[in-house]
């Protein structure tokens, strides 16, 4: 039996100091990628040839960002959706999410292979239960979940049967059968615990070998983990406590994106770990999947 667990190192990509960056997401059309900072209330777009990064402003809190098609993305605010148009910066308000919840923001979200989006929301200081994971199909927004704390992580199997989700202090990703036609999720299994000194599972994405990576917020790493057996299979340790979320990127998707925060840590730790909050990259000898994109909000 084999547990080895394999190293992979990663470096640098931006010096771009993020609040609470999160996110990332890889724009084909554009050849970039997309990240947000949450408490910064920024939107972030590298663009991979240069390297050079634009960023707006955002009116709210900004807790994802969706590809609805090469000049449009949907971005989940401290209210609920709006359209950003990357032409002219312009936001069209979409719905309301929680807007009368006045400690709930948005966390983190991703479009299925129908194209609905994907939103779990939670309070803005964790408090326990407070959180939801919603389903929007067009006009239509649906309660999957309730009683998260931090709804986080996502990534739907190759196969498509299959939905994998992360509700942070849980510490543990689960497995939902999925119905793609339907939207429907219903309970399997716990596909993953992680161990205590990981830290709690945050953001995810999967390989083109249905391998799970997720950022360890407190774990100072990006692990890969088998859903099938829950096994570890590798880590990318950073030189910062709090990883945030990952994505695969670059123009064959065999780069992965890294995104970490810098809210909250004390002055000493952030002379300690003076990278926090930059974005990182990693060779992790797998390729990626493409993003869904965003096709069902009016």
């Keep these: 039996m084999n547990n080895i667990i394999q190293q992979i190192a990663a470096k640098v990509l931006d010096t771009t100091t993020n609040l609470l960056g999160e996110g990332p997401v890889w724009h084909a059309e554009r050849n ?13 777009e590298m663009n991979w040839a240069n390297k050079q990064v634009q960023t707006w402003q955002m009116p709210q809190r900004i807790g994802m960002v969706v590809i609805e098609d090469g000049d449009n993305l949907i971005v989940a605010l401290q209210d609920g959706l709006a359209k950003f148009d990357l032409k002219t910066a312009a936001i069209e308000w ?3 999410i929680e807007k009368d919840i006045v400690n709930n923001r948005p966390n983190d979200g991703k479009c299925d292979s129908e194209g609905r989006l994907w939103l779990g929301t939670m309070d803005v200081e964790a408090k326990q239960g407070a959180g939801s994971l919603y389903c929007i199909n067009n006009n239509n927004i649906s309660q999957q979940l309730s009683h ?3 709804s986080n992580g996502m990534a739907w199997s190759l196969d498509n049967k299959r939905f994998y989700f992360i509700d942070s202090p849980l510490k543990k990703i689960d497995t939902y059968l999925f119905d793609a036609a339907t939207g429907v999720i219903q309970f399997e299994k716990t596909a993953v615990v992680v161990p205590e000194q990981m830290g709690l599972p945050d953001g995810m994405c999967i390989d083109a070998e249905g391998m799970l990576w997720v950022a360890h917020w407190d774990g100072f790493c990006v692990a890969r983990w088998n859903p099938a057996n829950g096994a ?7 030189p910062v406590p709090q990883v945030t979320s990952c994505a695969f990127g670059g123009e064959n998707l065999d780069q992965l994106i890294i995104t970490t925060a810098s809210v909250g840590l004390t002055d000493e730790a952030l002379l300690k770990y003076p990278e926090s909050g930059f974005v990182f990259i990693a060779e992790p000898g797998v390729k990626g999947t493409p993003a869904f994109y965003c096709k069902k909000i009016n």
């Design 32 to 44: 970039s990628f997309f990240w947000v900072d949450i408490n910064g209330k920024k939107l972030h």
């Design 94 to 96: 979409l719905m309301d």
């Design 148 to 150: 998260l704390s931090i």
């Design 232 to 238: 570890l299979l590798a880590t990318i340790n950073l």
